[in-house]
């Protein structure tokens, strides 16, 4: 699939400061694209660089093949961005909002209603369109927040940390929302420092490090290169797990470990392999408690950056 | 102590703030320090004087000079409008207007007029009183020459009558003596008797009764003899008397003569005393006729003056209007536009405008009109105003609207501009403040400019509150067409596209900078 945004070698310095070193990323049409990283790795000023408020030092970065630098007016037509405050006037009403944003986004006025409308019920905010932006709650405000950013219909949608300060069940209604969105043949780019939760949501992550790209791709490429196999993590009362071990030999298991009171079996098929653990412990011990872990993205950004450090030092 | 704590927390905050510690700290000083050093001055500088007069004398020529070594530049005009034209125009703060033949002499109209533009209240009063007091000192010197001639002229006369003294006392002393001869001659006179009356009456009867008995005795001869001789008897008797008297009359004539004689010399040495008197009573006479001024409004006053306004028929509140009208529209656009623009910039929604596609300028000139409907808006209220306690005025509001609105765009152009600099509504506000206080403070509202240093006065009077009190004023009071106006409208234009262009600069520059910074906040990663 051909890349909707290109990310070409674009360095960033201040100063003495590299903060982007070449940076290459290919975001496709049409995906959840996340992109995480540590606090100061770059992710901010790679956002910056994409929405074309900073200048690349060197490289570019293109939209549908059009270069930033040079299209910036067609390319905020296409893109549509939602920070992590809320930008929107507390004073103007939900629809008032929305057509206002609209018609700064050059949507022809006898399109912006039915527009508004589409959104309202896309986000959920029909019954508030009256309601002062100041009145909504935080759910409703964050909505409303990616309402304005969708209300030109953009084909690019970049979400800075768009669950931030929201409580578990807002969270959800978010990413549900985002998913929607994207249902409708949005590309979509988010920042967030949850990492289950771009796990879950998005088709694609990159991770950034000290201005660097260090990995691209989708989750399960990600844990399938850089995260170790799935786990079962298995208490047993007389904790005989030696002579456990010694039984699943042959299981393919591929290593085991004991950390406390625990003994961790890694496996490529925890399910499958699960099921000769338990016949084992069955025949010398009494199981207290089993739990099966997969491998999580946190788990591939914490061996990578590891690795990254390690490198550095030495 | 909590309560220092929280003092040096206020402080690092506002010190760790540039701008606001820049304005809360360094604002007031560098307004204190400016305004110090430019009215650290008593005097007024740079004064020019439109002067007319229909014909140039000495005395005109010396009350101008007095003038100039007054520092103040006199331009002498060719016409009385000339000069008034000047005054409106701003070219002369004054124009002095000389009587015809301004002279010192009896019943003489000295009254020097000051044309006065009274919207300048201030220079007018300290000008006026500059002159007043050099035109006091030359009608001073001149009422001081006046009574020095009248003075001279007594004290001559008291010489000359000093000296004339003796010649009364000769004079009393003649007419004593003629007085003491003419009683003499009086004594002398009654002395000499030459009452017979009574005696000659019975002597007549006797004669008469002689004659009527000589008349009845010619009848009868011997009593005629008888009383002839009884006739010439008393005949020689008479005539002895008669001789007698006449002989004291003849002692009395001589007497006489001699003192008639006495007397006509001294009336004589009298006359030419008298001759001498007149004399000097004519001169005396001829002396004080001499003196050129005698009324005495005009010794103790040679020369007056009086103040005319250029326009007549204002009221104070006229006069004030337009730098009122000034002052609300500078500071309500200069606060109304800031505020607006800093509450923008700082409202979250300011970011969504910033990357929406629409051209930056669109937001810049939307802000402005939005700020220049609202000051439109108050501006009628003004108007309104306005009409009701003059409604001639009326004549001048297409005028008036059109260089209020130029002057009310400046500033809130000049408003946006500091509000697109400082980064909270407080500090914008004190920057907005303190800017209308600073164009406040060089202006002609609090001191006139003629009080500052030339240097400075040639930076100030582009000052925009200045120009456009001037526009305001030359509308307003002198009713100028805006054709007549060009020059500071033109600098009003000026203004205009120098803070477009600085508030483009700085949006682009460093409040977008501001506002993309805030809406990127670090975030930590958390699985």
């Known amino acids: 699939m051909p890349a909707q945004i290109q990310i070409v070698n674009v360095t960033k310095e201040f100063g003495k400061n590299v903060i982007l070193d070449k940076v290459s990323l290919d975001i496709p049409a049409r995906k959840i694209y996340g992109i995480i990283g540590e606090s100061g790795s770059g992710k901010t000023t790679l956002l910056k660089t994409i929405i074309g408020y900073w200048k690349p030092d060197d490289g570019e970065v293109l939209y549908e093949g059009r270069s930033l630098e040079k299209d910036m007016k067609f390319i905020k037509q296409i893109v549509g961005f939602a920070t992590q405050d809320n930008c929107v006037y507390p004073k103007l009403t939900v629809r008032e909002n929305l057509e206002y ?27 508030a369109e009256n309601k002062l932006a100041e009145e909504l709650s935080g759910g409703m405000m964050r909505r409303l ?31 549900n929302l985002i998913r929607k969105i994207n249902e409708n043949d949005t590309t979509i780019i988010l920042t967030s420092h949850l990492l289950e939760e771009t796990d879950q949501l998005c088709d694609e992550v990159a991770i950034i490090h000290e201005g660097r790209v260090l990995e691209a791709g989708t989750p399960e490429q990600l844990k399938n290169n850089y995260s170790k196999n799935e786990e079962i993590h298995l208490i047993t009362r007389e ?5 456990i071990m010694s039984k699943l030999k042959d299981s393919g298991i591929k290593g085991s470990s004991v950390e406390g009171n625990s003994l961790i079996i890694y496996s490529d098929n925890a399910e499958k392999t699960l099921y000769h653990v338990l016949r084992a412990v069955d025949e010398v011990d009494k199981l207290i408690e089993v739990d099966l872990k997969k491998p999580t993205l946190t788990e591939v950004f914490e061996n990578l950056t590891k690795r990254e450090r390690a490198k550095k030092e030495g | 102590m909590k309560i220092f704590k929280i003092i040096k927390k206020d402080f690092k905050i506002l010190v760790r703030s540039k701008s606001s510690a820049l304005i809360v700290l360094f604002g007031p000083l560098l307004l204190i320090l400016l305004v110090g050093l430019a009215f650290n001055t008593t005097s007024l500088q740079g004064i020019k004087l439109g002067v007319y007069s229909p014909n140039y004398n000495e005395l005109t020529n010396g009350i101008i000079k007095a003038m100039e070594d007054e520092q103040y530049k006199v331009v002498k005009t060719e016409t009385e409008q000339q000069c008034i034209d000047g005054v409106k125009m701003g070219v002369y703060h004054i124009c002095v207007k000389f009587p015809d033949g301004l002279e010192i002499k009896n019943q003489a109209k000295n009254t020097i007029t000051f044309v006065v533009d009274q919207s300048r209240v201030n220079l007018v009063y300290a ?22 001639i009248i ?12 000296s004339r003294t003796g010649l009364f006392s000769d004079m009393r002393n003649n007419v004593d003596g003629v007085e003491s001869k003419l009683s003499e001659l009086q004594a002398t006179v009654n002395t000499v008797n030459l009452s017979y009356t009574n005696e000659s009456d019975v002597y007549m009867g006797k004669l008469i009764q002689q004659v009527k008995s000589i008349e009845a005795d010619l009848n009868e001869t011997a009593a005629w003899n008888a009383d002839i001789e009884d006739l010439f008897d008393n005949l020689k008797d008479k005539l002895d008397i008669v001789d007698e008297r006449l002989t004291a009359l003849s002692a009395l004539e001589g007497s006489l003569n001699g003192g008639f004689g006495n007397i006509k010399e001294s009336l004589t040495v009298n006359r030419q005393k008298i001759n001498e008197v007149e004399s000097s009573s004519n001169q005396i006479i001829s002396d004080i006729n001499n003196i050129a001024v005698t009324d005495v409004e005009s010794i103790v006053s040679p020369i007056n003056t ?37 509450r923008e910039k700082t409202s ?24 220049f409907l609202i000051v439109l808006m108050q501006l009628i209220v003004v108007f309104g105003v306005m009409l009701y306690f003059d409604p001639k005025m009326i004549n001048l509001l297409v005028n008036v609207s059109g260089v209020l609105l130029l002057i009310a765009s400046v500033f809130i152009l000049l408003g946006m501009a500091i509000g697109y600099v400082f980064k909270s509504e407080e500090t914008s506000t004190l920057g907005a403040v303190s800017v209308g206080s600073i164009l406040l403070f060089f202006s002609n509202t609090i001191f006139p400019l003629e009080t500052l240093p030339t240097a400075i006065r040639e930076v100030v009077k582009y000052n925009i509150f200045v120009v456009g009190e001037e526009l305001l004023r030359k509308t307003i009071l002198f009713e100028y067409g805006l054709e007549q106006l060009l020059v500071p409208i033109g600098i009003i234009a000026a203004h205009i596209a120098v803070f477009i262009i600085v508030i483009i600069l700085i949006r682009k520059w460093a409040v977008a900078r501001y506002n993309i910074h805030k809406h990127f906040r670090n975030r930590k990663i958390k699985s």
């Open chain 1, 101 to 127: 944003f609209g018609s700064m986004s050059n949507v022809p006025s006898n399109t912006l209603e039915r527009n508004t409308d589409k959104i309202l019920d896309l986000v959920e905010l029909k019954n």
């Open chain 1, 145 to 175: 927040d990616i309402a304005c950013a969708l209300i030109h219909n953009p084909k690019i949608l970049i979400l800075d940390e768009p669950t931030q300060d929201l409580d578990p069940l807002l969270r959800k209604d978010i990413m």
């Open chain 1, 239 to 243: 904790r005989k797990y030696k002579t």
């Open chain 2, 127 to 148: 000008v006026k009183g500059t002159i007043n007091n050099k035109i006091g000192e030359k009608s001073k010197e001149l009422s001081l020459g006046l009574t020095g």
């Open chain 2, 151 to 162: 003075v001279t002229q007594l004290d001559k006369t008291k010489t000359e009558l000093s």
């Open chain 2, 306 to 342: 009086v103040t005319e306004p250029i326009s007549v028929g204002k009221s104070n509140l006229n006069y004030l209007f337009p730098t009122l009208v000034m002052m609300v529209v500078m500071f309500v656009s200069l606060l109304l536009s800031s505020t607006m623009v800093i």
């Open chain 2, 348 to 371: 979250s929604a300011y970011f969504r405008n910033y990357i929406s596609p629409t051209h930056g300028f669109i937001f810049v000139f939307s802000t402005f009109i939005t700020n």
